[in-house]
């Protein structure tokens, strides 16, 4: 039966091998890795040849280690971005040392520095909608001085500037519609502004946190059409029709507000310190949201209802940094495969948890204590790499490397 049922589906196209293989023999029939060695094999070989979403978490946790260490910054990382431009893999950071610097991540090399800011930058993101509209490779950064700047780095100079908050900038997000023609922001002034990219305008100021706004995210379309495209998503004033904007306060509450109407649609009470990272969900978590607190804990909510759906508790200090994992497990405990979500620390650990369980987390990545001392920032980056030296350049397996970004300075590489 297995051998029949392996053989009928292997003689299917490739472009309908791979899902009918992960997915009915991981998440239905929950075979671990090691069960059937030869058939762990094939389906490895299928996730890495063809780059598909699926990571088996068991294999990042038996073989992570530190694999690289990018040294240029002098103080705190708050922030890193990833981005493919003119064809090379590139990292963004920015830093309390006041600078944003751009890296070249297949040479783990720093190519680039801008010190235009005059204290601590917060944020940084790669512009899509000036590299596919003008041409241009831009990093927008936010900044303690107030202000939001692009910087091209192709000809090395500040594109613009946004100087109309009245106080620290925090988090920034380019819109998921429109091409990422608009930018929200929040800032230490209380507010989110959102920003015509394009027009170098601020569109409008949304008001209601009680004290500064830490983070912001823009939520994917919610809704019920998953037909709609970013490209067709054309009604309302800015084609934001059913994207909203989150963001998370000194205030201790989550807020959602309407791109459109610029209403506030819902507040998410339950922390008991800052709230200083949200972080949306996508596919079937398309309605939760993630969040990370000065109370040491994060959190997961549906954000229809603002109901807490799960919290994990674990860490000892902040937490500065969640995400939703490229990994997906196979929990015994609840029968059924889930996904996997992470979180980094002052404590200077990245936490691994199980979303359907509560329970102790996973896995812990722990920085160096006197290198590092504090995890601050990070993101997963799939690479392409090449298999060896003897085959085609367009031969490539793809990696799921974790960046860090710590408290001294240091970004780390995980893989």
Not at 176 to 185: H, P
Not at 209 to 229: E, F, M, R, Y
Not at 333 to 338: A, F, L, P
Not at 387 to 415: A, F, H, M
């Amino acid at each position: 039966m297995i051998t029949s049922e392996i053989s009928m589906q292997l003689s299917l196209s490739k472009k309908e091998e791979i899902p009918l293989i992960t997915q009915h023999w991981i998440r239905i029939l929950k075979i671990k890795l090691g069960w059937i060695h030869d058939f762990d094999q094939i389906i490895i070989k299928y996730v890495m040849f063809f780059a598909i979403d699926i990571f088996i978490f068991d294999i990042f946790r038996s073989s992570s280690k530190l694999l690289e260490t990018f040294s240029g910054h002098k103080n705190r990382v708050n922030s890193i971005d990833y981005s493919i431009l003119d064809s090379r893999q590139l990292l963004c950071s920015g830093s309390d040392d006041n600078t944003v610097c751009l890296w070249d991540i297949e040479n783990n090399k720093q190519i680039q520095t801008f010190n235009g800011h005059l204290s601590d930058v917060n944020c940084v993101k790669f512009s899509s909608y000036h590299y596919h509209n003008h041409c241009r490779t831009v990093i927008c950064s936010s900044s303690e001085d107030k202000t939001i700047r692009f910087w091209d780095f192709k000809h090395n100079q500040q594109l613009q500037i946004f100087n109309e908050h009245t106080k620290s900038v925090y988090g920034i997000e380019f819109s998921s519609f429109n091409g990422g023609r608009y930018l929200c922001s929040g800032s230490a002034d209380n507010t989110i502004r959102l920003w015509d990219i394009e027009t170098h305008k601020s569109l409008h100021v949304f008001n209601g946190h009680k004290k500064g706004v830490a983070c912001v995210d823009i939520l994917p379309l919610q809704s019920n059409n998953n037909k709609n495209d970013n490209k067709s998503n054309n009604i309302g004033v800015i084609g934001g029709n059913g994207y909203t904007i989150c963001s998370g306060s000194w205030d201790n509450t989550i807020r959602i507000w309407d791109i459109e109407t610029t209403k506030g649609l819902i507040v998410i009470k339950g922390h008991q310190g800052t709230v200083r990272c949200v972080k949306h969900g996508s596919n079937e978590l398309l309605n939760t949201l993630l969040s990370g607190s000065y109370d040491k804990s994060v959190c997961m909510w549906d954000i229809r209802s603002g109901e807490q759906i799960q919290v994990f508790n674990g860490h000892k200090y902040t937490v500065y940094a969640v995400e939703y994992s490229p990994f997906v497990i196979d929990n015994k405990e609840i029968g059924c495969s889930s996904n996997v979500i992470c979180s980094g620390s002052y404590d200077n650990t990245i936490r691994f948890w199980d979303i359907r369980s509560n329970k102790n987390q996973l896995y812990v990545i722990k920085g160096n204590d006197k290198e590092d001392y504090g995890i601050i920032c990070f993101k997963f980056v799939l690479l392409k790499k090449k298999r060896n030296n003897e085959q085609k350049t367009n031969d490539n397996c793809c990696v799921n490397n974790l960046y860090y970004g710590s408290d001294k300075g240091p970004i780390r590489v995980w893989g």
